[in-house]
């Protein structure tokens, strides 16, 4: 039968041989799931874990706090001004007199839990945060992995290595680690590169809508 909970991918790492010992056991195997689903996260850039949270600027107020859940940053969407503020490194922010200078903001940064806009917003704007968000921790039986099902081979697979590393089986690890590699190289190309129907141009051939400077500081 197909996986679909965190359960059925628990139990099929357990039919690759593992006892319920000190070394591999379902508590560790429950882990190794939930830190496959994490990776999977961090490496691929997946509708699954794409999220969108709305935030409304205060005036003169630079520093909001990012999700909960916040991964990493994909980008800002300006709606009002139809276009995206533009990322910048702390240092380049920091010069421009982030408190002082008080306009539309065009510019973010981000520095521990906070998203930094430049310049100080001058009023309430409606700013679209596109982000990679943090999966949910499974944690009963039935709950299902925010991964497509289509791929939940490969929470199996990632947990399946851990077992064998565990078990100090370190060939069976690496056939294994191979497969999960190529499984999720597969899996990244079928879900980074959703959209074929578009131009095949060189980079910078249709300019952009990118708010800010986009030249030197």
């Known amino acids: 039968m197909p996986l679909e909970t965190f359960a059925d991918c628990v139990n099929e790492v357990l039919n690759f041989g593992f006892n319920d010992g000190p070394q591999v056991n379902r508590k560790r195997i429950e882990n190794w799931v ?3 689903q994490f990776q999977i996260a961090r490496e691929v850039e997946s509708p ?3 999220a969108t949270e709305v935030i409304t600027t205060k005036n003169e107020v630079y520093k909001y706090p990012l999700p909960s859940n916040f991964l990493r940053m994909q980008d800002i969407f300006f709606p009002e001004m139809y276009g995206r503020l533009r990322p910048a490194e702390l240092h380049q922010f920091d010069n421009q007199n982030p408190k002082i200078v ?3 903001p065009a510019v973010y940064t ?4 906070e998203l930094w806009l430049f310049p100080n917003p001058n009023g309430e704007y409606e700013l679209e945060e596109r982000y990679i968000g943090n999966p949910p921790t499974l944690i009963a039986e039935g ?3 925010v991964l497509n099902k289509n791929y939940l081979h490969l929470l199996v697979e990632y947990a399946v290595v851990r077992g064998f590393e565990a078990e100090d089986d370190m060939e069976a690890a690496q056939y294994h680690q191979g497969r999960y590699s190529r499984d999720l190289d597969a899996y990244a190309s079928d879900v980074q590169l959703r959209n074929v129907d578009t131009p095949r141009n060189i980079e910078g051939t249709w300019g952009n ?3 800010g400077l986009r030249g030197p500081w």
């Open 34 to 36: 939930n830190e496959a």
């Open 48 to 50: 699954e874990f794409q």
């Open 102 to 104: 008080v306009a539309l």
């Open 110 to 113: 981000l520095y521990k839990n």
């Open 143 to 145: 709950d299902k992995p």
């Open 209 to 211: 809508r990118s708010l």
